[in-house]
């Protein structure tokens, strides 16, 4: 079957416009993360939705950052007044459940943003 | 403060040798360890999962072991390929905060012909 999707799969933008970027997650997955990852370095948490509870957003760098789900599909992570370190790959995860993170998170293909 | 400390940060070795991936946190309560493989330009996919009372697990020729009373892991490759050379990736869960795991720096393998 299809695995994580995500569009673009390259942004370039610049300095304080805003951006969206897509991810459709495996079909039936009830958990959904992004995370960011910069040239070199690890992955960071940035949100995680789990069914319909309220979201965990604790991983937000600013209010800039802000991110939806419709129902246990599509969701979209937005970026507004884009800075240059906002440059990074923004990756998207599912899996089948949340809680204690045991259910293996599929990763989508990333989305490079690049901020001018 | 949750922390996952991968070592070596970097590692080059000959295709057909072994190599070991060190994993040290301090994730508590511990639920469970994950490490991943991710090529370069492309999402991290899972090798191994595990809980609490696994010590080992092996896909292919990737072994995983785990020692919960020390809060280490390791990640053994076997006979490598060219096809290993990625970065390594650990990652681990605890009981508290579910959704949100902890995730190394990795180890990015290097497999020379």
């Known amino acids: 079957g299809a695995g994580v999707s995500q569009s673009p799969s390259n942004k370039v933008t610049e300095k304080g416009k805003d951006v969206e970027l897509r991810c459709d997650p495996i079909?039936?997955?009830?958990?959904l993360y992004w995370y960011r990852q910069r040239l070199g370095q690890g992955l960071e948490f940035l949100i995680y939705?789990?069914?319909?509870?309220?979201?965990?957003k604790s991983g937000l760098p600013s209010d800039r950052f802000s991110a939806e789900r419709t129902g246990e599909s599509v969701s979209t992570l937005t970026i507004q007044r884009t800075q240059q370190e906002d440059s990074a790959v923004y990756l998207c995860?599912?899996?089948?459940?949340?809680?204690?993170?045991?259910?293996?998170?599929?990763f989508g293909p990333g989305t490079r943003l690049t901020v001018t | 403060k949750n922390q996952v400390e991968q070592s070596p940060q970097s590692l080059i070795i000959l295709e057909g040798k072994n190599c070991t991936l060190q994993?040290?946190?301090?994730?508590?309560?511990?639920?469970?360890l994950r490490w991943y493989k991710q090529d370069t330009g492309r999402g991290p996919v899972s090798l191994t999962i595990?809980?609490?009372?696994?010590n080992t697990k092996s896909n292919g020729r990737y072994t995983a072991t785990l020692d919960a009373d020390t809060k280490q892991s390791s990640l053994h490759i076997t006979a490598s390929q060219l096809s290993d050379s990625a970065s390594y990736i650990c990652?681990?869960?605890?009981?508290?905060?579910?959704?949100?795991?902890?995730f190394g720096d990795g180890t990015t393998l290097t497999v020379k012909p």
């Open positions: 939705f789990q069914g319909n509870s309220a979201p965990d």
């Open positions: 079909s039936g997955h009830t958990a």
């Open positions: 990652v681990v869960s605890g009981f508290t905060n579910a959704g949100k795991s902890t």
């Open positions: 994993c040290n946190y301090t994730v508590s309560p511990f639920s469970n």
């Open positions: 995860a599912s899996s089948l459940g949340g809680g204690q993170g045991i259910h293996e998170q599929y």
């Open positions: 595990m809980t609490f009372s696994e």
